[in-house]
């Protein structure tokens, strides 16, 4: 299968091209490097550095011929979407048109896009489905939301399938600890360098942990069903990548910290604009009609991603 992924350079990007190439896929990879390395971007890869709101982007779709486009490209931070919330819009609504407009020309069946949890806001009910209210409340969380709707505004006309994958909390090898890397990353980078990790709030906020490797088995899946992903409405569209276990930020604190045998101390601070008290996000949506569940259980996930930590060092 021909396979273009934009932010194929980055975190998600990087382990899901690995993985493909390893299934006998030919892909090509769409990344600028602002945030993603090369140290990600498998040999066997072609790869085209562009943004994708270059116009010489919508060229390289094309001359790819794809016949799925995973679109990952984004500006992920929720700091830096509250402080530029235009760059923010322009990066994740005016690319993805961009990224679903080339994919129309290239002639693709599918796109799969790498959508959020940030796009329900504070959740109303537990566990989050994708009939759930979306009330984002914070830039990120809006323009990811935006952009589903841009995939339905372009792909549904033209008779491209599409689905927006939202994926709960992603954590494991290749993320980086910087910047919006994410809990997991940050906790295990402080804890092998010998530095305390800060806990924002009472740490007694939940949030559902996935492991890369199970976001990566839920895209190669997408990719590869047979039937038809999009269903009517946004919320049709829409699919819940997640684990449906919720784990709060203590509890992954203190089982990092018994992984890694961390000797040091935990520190507090106050919490941060745009964090929600409580996400929990119900899989089963896509359990049943592409059939994938998340596999890795955390424990296993965080002592793999630790481990990898521990090497970089």
């Known amino acids: 299968m021909r396979v273009v992924v934009t932010g194929g350079a980055g975190f998600i990007g990087g382990n899901l091209v690995h993985a493909l190439l390893g299934g006998g896929w030919k892909i090509t990879v769409i990344d600028d490097l602002s945030t993603g390395s090369m140290d990600n971007v498998h040999p066997a890869a072609g790869l085209r550095r562009l943004d994708v709101r270059d116009p010489r982007t919508a060229d390289a779709i094309v001359a790819a011929a794809p016949e799925v486009v995973v679109h990952l490209a984004a500006q992920v931070s929720v700091a830096a979407s509250i402080e530029d919330p235009d760059f923010d819009r322009e990066v994740n609504v005016e690319g993805t048109r961009m990224v679903a407009e080339a994919a129309v020309a290239a002639g693709a069946r599918r796109v799969l896009f790498a959508s959020s949890a940030a796009v329900y806001g504070e959740p109303q009910e537990l566990p989050l489905t994708e009939a759930s209210p979306v009330a984002p409340v914070v830039p990120y969380g809006v323009s990811k939301l935006e952009a589903e709707a841009v995939l339905d505004e372009v792909l549904r006309p033209a ?3 599409f689905a927006s994958l939202r994926f709960a909390n992603v ?3 290749r993320q ?4 919006e890397g994410g809990v997991v990353a940050e906790f295990a980078s402080r804890m092998t ?3 305390s990790p800060v806990i924002f709030g009472s740490g007694d906020q939940t949030r559902d942990f996935i492991y890369v490797a199970d976001i990566v088995g839920a895209i190669a899946a997408a990719a590869q069903h047979e039937g038809v992903l999009a269903g009517s409405g946004l919320s049709g569209c829409a699919y819940n990548i997640s684990t449906g276990v919720a784990t709060s930020v203590n509890m992954l604190a203190e089982g990092l910290r018994v992984g890694l045998r961390y000797p040091g101390t935990l520190e507090r601070a106050a919490g941060r ?4 008290e409580a996400s ?5 949506k896509a359990a049943s009609i592409f059939g994938w569940r998340a596999a890795v259980d955390l424990r296993d996930g965080l002592e793999a991603t630790g481990a990898w930590f521990a090497r970089q060092r």
């Open 159 to 161: 008779g491209v399938d």
């Open 171 to 173: 954590y494991g090898p």
């Open 176 to 179: 980086r600890a910087d910047g």
């Open 193 to 195: 360098r010998g530095v």
């Open 273 to 276: 604009e745009g964090d929600v």
């Open 280 to 284: 929990l996000l119900s899989p089963e």
